[in-house]
């Protein structure tokens, strides 16, 4: 169970670190653009949302990456998970094309790609917040146990 719990972190943290990083180099007014098109936020909530949401995306997964107060963690890169399927769902139901899902930044997947990656994420977010009822290997709270 421990390699289990140590390769959802590794995949869920790596992927969180690399979305938050990927939109986060790139221009905000970008990313905000990506997240105009989904039509569910208001005007006002774009560019705050797009200069916040890379960083929450990066601490998540530096801390589910490193095992540190990891149950939290791996709650919310779960809710992360979930609110980004049902973000990019929601599109597919309201017939909204999408050309990219904003994911990666530039480098970004199809949005039915986008689905099946965050499906996977939400899957090994909840298998790692499971199994981190004990301490996990590996990782900070062990260490600071």
Known sequence: MKYIQLFGRVIVG?????AGFMKAAGPTAEFSAILEAYELFPPFL????SSL??????WVGLFILSGFCTRQAALAAAL???SFAVSVGSTFLRHIDLTTCGCFGAHSLTPHQTMV???VLLGLSLVVYRLSKYLPPWSLDQALQ
Do not use: F, K, Q, R
């Open 14 to 18: 790596g992927v969180l670190i690399y």
């Open 46 to 49: 774009l560019t705050p949302l």
């Open 53 to 58: 949401l890379p960083y929450v995306e990066m």
């Open 80 to 82: 992360l998970a979930t």
């Open 117 to 119: 990656l965050d499906i």
